[in-house]
């Protein structure tokens, strides 16, 4: 099996859970596969233990509002590093990921679903109903994070 390229994508790299999370997949993950971590924002108190561990980390440092340059560098990120796959950890990134689809509809996109409560905006419900098949797979972090 040839090794993928993986972009594990996050909001930022904060000691909390989806990012620890992150973390632990991208140390696995980086034994037989090319990994790449973005954190989108710049809360990144996780980026000295990516460092340390050899895993590739890209930082944004934006703001959400900024969202063409996000999906632009994106973009930059992914066709320079032959992305495959993107795996994304909590909502901002979810919907980054799934815009990214929109441009380049061969990347296969894994969204994590947390058990937050937050989709009930009607932006929200918009967002999930328009944009939900453009997901490969979902990973539910608890039966509250289950569509």
Aim: glycine share 4%; net charge positive.
């Amino acid at each position: 099996m040839s090794a993928l390229n993986v972009l594990l994508l996050c909001g930022n790299l904060s000691y909390a859970g989806a990012q620890r999370q992150m973390f632990e997949l991208a140390k696995g993950l980086n034994r037989r596969h090319n990994v790449i971590a973005c954190s989108i924002g710049s809360k990144n108190s996780l980026l000295q233990e990516f460092i340390k561990n050899e895993i590739l980390v890209e930082v944004l440092n934006l703001r959400v509002r900024n969202f063409i340059q996000i999906l632009v560098l994106l973009s930059s990120i992914i066709k320079k590093n032959k992305i495959e796959v993107i795996y994304s950890f909590l909502d901002t990134a979810n919907y980054f990921a799934r815009l990214i689809k929109l441009f380049l509809p061969y990347i296969k996109i894994v969204v994590s679903e947390r058990s937050s409560n937050n989709k009930t905006s009607i932006r929200n419900k918009f967002f999930e109903k328009v944009f939900s098949k453009r997901t490969d797979l979902y990973i539910a972090n608890s039966y509250a994070g289950q569509l």
